[in-house]
């Protein structure tokens, strides 16, 4: 079955660029729409952005001008990179899968900490 | 941007009782895309429905939703021990996607 792992640095640094990958296995980004959410305590689930396996994107307005997500499907991963961060950042980051477009989210990740200090 | 509002924000209840979930959307949810998950400690969230009153696959009968518009409800007919957690709704109908806050059900 279709599995997302993700992966990149725990800590952060203020200013700096959070980024993170997550890996599909079991299956191919093709073709899914792929989004990354995070949780933290202050501000519970926040839905962060959508790339569809072909590299159309969908960002929250929130987050539309620090946020880039990328796809590569030769590799089955999609990534995330969070511009000029700061501790409100800090939060559990998940990858998760839609079927199609305005789909609930049926498979997700694990989710990684990321700390920014 | 439509914003979800769950209540209570924490229900206490016993093994076999009834678990009543409410989310209230402050606009009507397009199509009734509106979706429940559970998450326990540590771990994801879990689609337990979708399109306000559909089971997602392997998610047993005592879950249902219910509802349209701006008022949605997941019940929980008889809790199980495996049932003690947080319980999130979801709007995707529109862009941004939304979260509610959460309801915790917790033992009694």
């Known amino acids: 079955q279709v599995q997302l792992q993700e992966s990149g640095p725990g800590l952060v640094k203020p200013s700096e660029t959070l980024s993170l990958t997550c890996t599909v296995s079991g299956g191919s980004v093709s073709p899914f729409y792929w989004s990354w959410i995070r949780q933290s305590p202050g501000k519970g689930l926040e839905w962060i952005g959508f790339i569809y396996y072909s590299g159309p994107t969908n960002y929250n307005p929130s987050l539309r001008s620090r946020a880039k997500i990328s796809i590569d499907t030769s590799k089955n991963q999609f990534y995330l990179k969070l511009y000029s961060v700061t501790a409100a950042d800090t939060a559990v980051y998940y990858c998760?899968?839609?079927?199609?477009?305005?789909?609930?989210?049926?498979?997700w990740g694990q989710g990684t900490v990321v700390t920014v200090s | 941007e439509s914003v979800l509002t769950q209540s209570p924000g924490t229900l206490s209840l016993s093994p076999g009782e009834r678990a009543t979930l409410s989310c209230r959307a402050s606009q009507s949810v397009s199509s009734n895309y509106l979706a429940w998950y559970q998450q326990k400690t540590g771990q994801a969230p879990r689609l337990l429905i979708y399109?306000?009153?559909n089971r997602a696959t392997g998610i047993p009968d005592r879950f249902s939703g219910s509802g349209s518009g701006t008022d949605f409800t997941l019940t929980i007919s008889r809790l199980e021990a495996e049932d003690f957690a947080v319980y999130y709704c979801?709007?995707?109908?529109?862009?941004?996607?939304?979260f509610g806050g959460g309801t915790t059900v917790e033992i009694k």
């Open positions: 979801q709007q995707y109908g529109t862009s941004p996607l939304a």
């Open positions: 998760a899968r839609e079927k199609y477009y305005l789909d609930p989210f049926d498979i």
């Open positions: 399109g306000a009153s």
